[in-house]
DNA sequence: CTGAAAGCGCTTACAG
DNA sequence: CTGAAAGCGCTTACAG
């Protein structure tokens, strides 16, 4: 028996004369839902006019709207979301592509996003990475044929091969934190953000100051000491030395901290102050320095890097990542490229800001 | 004009007879995108043979199936996915709906969820709500045709508007961390694995336990003082009173511990133990602790809620809640209810574990 | 095992 | 401003 429109719609009366009291088969609940040509009947217009109203287009009439509308809610009509995506050749989503070491900051991200996406029709799908396998997994599923209009990339350096067929394929991406000049780019100007962290502990008096940096993030090589460059720059400027031993690249954990710190302070010039490239990582110098009796900042200062209400409770002094602003700008950049395919790619840096807290002070021995 | 698949064809070869090197508009991308018809063309079959390819159908023999990939291979094609989910009237996405407050625990369950969807073809869209008319609108936009195939609600209690239309329409949904009769959930029993903490200390030798609860979620009433059943029962069972004064319900924040062990610790009997229904509280009541001079464990034992790196640098007892496995688990239950939907919902309990650390022993002083 | 064809529910020029 | 109709790219009985 060949499937009719005729036959749903029968159906439907059927479906609003009884009152619906059991549990439908989804694949026979799609059949009883009314669609486009079911409102049409109902409001006596053609298909076309009802896909306008729904489309909020200006080329109805008022009068019609309305009537097109009424008959909507009486059918309790729900335009179906697939067949839109398949007519119309976009499909109103955006992927989200992170890593899932992201821990300390995908919440903060995710509400950036959400909060530029509420007020547009596009809905987020989100994939996680956790391995280089997975990284190139999802990479080669993103951004293919009517997956989604756009896509992007959160904490991570993409593979070639997916820049190399997002550029043939023209598809938006834009990258949060990672930069490549083929690409649209949201990054944090870490080498701007260490550096001034630095300066000011320089101007707090301090003239020996260490820094425990971060490993290189899972898929992004360039994150590795990524705040060495900043602090250099700023030692430099300041007519001081960059001393190898204050420079620490630990683990991205408490304990990586904790190791940090017991290293530094067993220098036989140890600093008075210590930059840390991670929340984390300062609250395992917090925690270590106490337990070895060094009071902070009175013996330590130590400012850490992005913020959460653990630091502010801890009263931790730190350069303030501005993660859902990032969240968002990146997400309204992916907006606007949809809308503007062809411009040239460009990357906007994103300014941190030093949150003065407790854990800073001029140095009791200078 | 008339588009016809014959002009499109015609470019896509004129697309492999040059190479690409311009970047294409979306949407004229998608018009030189290869089709079903191009690939059966390409290999001498039938569209349906080749879709039959596509999903794997056992209805296709070894040799046309080793053609048809070839063809696929040589025009580099991708199916449409936007086109499938219409066709097939499935659309080979779930959505995960969670509230913003979920910092701690969201990546880990976002982890078990993922996990538990890798070798599935599904996607997932999530949803974050921020508010209480954020919770109604996005459930109200949720499980409407065609937008997925089911939904995961995290920590949430849904609106009844919602749970009527789910039951109506028979949309697969699982509930996680909340428990409604008519739905499917997994849940985490909450009430016994404050009751085990509180044995624990009892099996310590402590008589004097608080409890630093926490108030209720945003969208979860359920969850004020969620703890405090399981509390009172182990302390009945073990012939303890239930002291009003320990029981402690405060913000679910390092400050709202810090604010309740100070409480305790005024009392004229102070507790020796104290059990938290949170990790963040816990940590507040560590660092309280010693700013006030009290020995953790020696003066007071904490057992903290949940897991993190942060508390197993801090050697904190916790009762641990399986979150990735949650995830996984709730996310293989709505896999299931996917592919029979007609069975009797019922809640699954999680169970939580105890690990033990440093901040438990003995009271000093019994 | 395979092909021809109807159907999924919208959107969108096109003609009025 | 509106309707009739073609088209989006698949899936899936149906007939062989």
New binding site residues.
């Given amino acids: 028996?060949?499937?009719?429109?005729l036959?749903?719609s029968r159906v439907i009366r059927l479906l609003h004369a009884t009152t619906v009291a059991h549990r439908v088969h989804p694949a026979a609940a799609?059949?009883l839902?009314?669609?486009?040509?079911d409102?049409?009947r109902e409001a006596?217009?053609?298909?076309?006019?009802?896909?306008?109203v729904?489309?909020s287009?200006?080329?109805?009439?008022?009068?019609?709207?309305q009537r097109v509308l009424a008959a909507m809610h009486r059918l309790q009509?729900?335009?179906?979301a697939?067949?839109?995506a398949?007519?119309?050749?976009?499909t109103a989503t955006l992927e989200l592509i992170v890593p899932l070491y992201a821990r300390a900051f995908f919440l903060d991200l995710l509400r950036g996003v959400q909060h530029a996406l509420a007020a547009t029709p596009y809905t987020l799908v989100v994939h996680t990475v956790g391995s280089p396998q997975e990284r190139a997994r999802v990479l080669n599923e993103c951004c293919v044929?009517?997956s989604a209009d756009g896509a992007l990339l959160v904490w991570l350096t993409p593979t070639e091969a997916f820049v190399e067929r997002v550029v043939a394929t023209g598809f938006p991406v834009v990258l949060l934190n990672a930069v490549d000049a083929r690409l649209w780019s949201v990054a944090v100007d870490h080498a701007s953000a260490a550096a001034s962290a630095v300066r000011y502990c320089l101007g707090l008096g301090h003239r020996r100051i260490g820094l425990v940096d971060r490993p290189a993030d899972p898929y992004d090589p360039a994150s590795e000491g990524i705040c060495r460059r900043g602090y250099q720059r700023a030692l430099t400027a300041a007519g001081l030395p960059a001393v190898p031993a204050y420079q620490q690249l630990r683990e991205l954990s408490a304990a990586g901290g904790a190791t940090a710190v017991e290293a530094l302070l067993n220098l036989p010039q140890p600093p008075t102050a210590v930059v840390a490239a991670s929340e984390i990582q300062a609250v395992g110098i917090l925690e270590t320095a106490r337990a070895h009796g060094w009071r902070v900042p009175a013996d330590l200062s130590v400012v850490g890097y992005s913020d959460s209400e653990l630091a502010e409770f801890l009263g931790l002094t730190t350069m303030q990542v501005p993660l859902q602003d990032l969240g968002h700008r990146a997400t309204q950049l992916l907006l606007d490229v949809l809308t503007q395919p062809d411009a040239e790619p460009t990357t906007i840096y994103v300014p941190t800001q030093l949150l003065r807290r407790r854990t800073c002070s001029a140095p009791a021995v200078p």
């Fill in positions: 028996m060949p499937r009719r429109r036959c749903r799609s059949l839902m009314p669609t486009i040509f409102v049409a006596g217009v053609g298909i076309g006019t009802v896909s306008r729904l489309n287009s200006p080329l109805v009439s008022e009068l019609t709207r009509y729900r335009p179906n697939a067949a839109r398949f007519g119309r050749r976009r044929r009517a």
